[in-house]
């Protein structure tokens, strides 16, 4: 089946730690994003890539890093710099072309105690 | 930067009826689109309808219809004869055309439908 999956669904971490979480996709998309949701709000982008080896910073990307080495993975990384972490992450894909949708992962949820 | 805006927070509506969410945006741009998204319980996106700003005709997906006014920038949905799997947050967006702006989405910040039997 083609989608998008997001691994583990649920990540617990201590302050402090960095933690990486991970999105693949096998649509064959060329773009990738990672959106952040809090409770009762929409979705805030943090990071998008529109190719391989490339990708830039959304509307709160303070505390986080991506890389986009393969097509198919955009993995993210909360730093111990992002001092409210605990949230909802969604990972995303669309085709670069016209009105396509953009396609969403399970997600995670993410607690740092 | 575009903007979108949900004045709904919450909504209810009877099963079988019909309710409509209200949807604003704001932007300078002439060529984009927009969509709406349902978010149910399990927390997965899913696309329940898209509008390209260039049609004068208003995108129709069997229950879901919306009412594009593009000189108002507004972008309601209405879900007719609703069923209660259609109880779920609904997240209206905006996508620049990708030659502007390549294709992040920007989102509001939903509306929350109950409904009831």
């Known amino acids: 089946d083609g989608g998008i999956t997001q691994s583990p669904k649920y990540l617990f971490r201590k302050e402090g730690q960095n933690v990486t979480l991970s999105c693949e996709q096998n649509l064959n998309h060329d773009a990738m994003y990672w959106y952040r949701q809090d409770p009762g709000q929409g979705l805030r982008l943090i990071y998008y890539s529109q190719i391989v080896n490339d990708f830039q910073k959304g509307d709160i990307a303070e505390g986080y890093s991506v890389s986009r080495e393969k097509k198919e993975s955009f993995p993210l990384t909360v730093t111990s710099a992002q001092k409210n972490p605990t949230a909802f992450y969604l990972c995303?894909?669309?085709?670069?072309?016209?009105?396509?949708?953009?396609?969403f992962g399970p997600g995670t949820r993410l607690t740092v105690t | 930067a575009q903007t979108v805006t949900q004045s709904q927070p919450e909504m209810s509506v009877q099963e079988a009826e019909t309710v409509t969410l209200s949807c604003t945006y704001d932007?300078?741009?002439?060529?984009?689109?927009l969509f709406w998204y349902k978010q149910p319980p399990s927390r997965q996106m899913i696309l329940v309808i898209r509008?390209?700003?260039?049609?004068?005709q208003n995108a129709t997906e069997n229950r879901f219809s919306v009412n594009f006014q593009k000189a108002a920038k507004s972008f309601s949905l209405k879900i007719s004869d609703s069923q209660l799997g259609d109880a779920a947050m609904y997240f209206c967006?905006?996508?620049?055309?990708?030659?502007?702006?390549?294709?992040?989405?920007?989102f509001g910040e939903g509306t929350q439908l109950t409904v009831n039997p």
């Open positions: 967006a905006y996508r620049s055309a990708p030659e502007t702006s390549g294709s992040r989405l920007t």
């Open positions: 509008q390209e700003a260039y049609k004068q």
């Open positions: 932007t300078s741009e002439s060529d984009y689109y």
């Open positions: 995303a894909s669309s085709s670069y072309l016209g009105s396509a949708e953009q396609y």
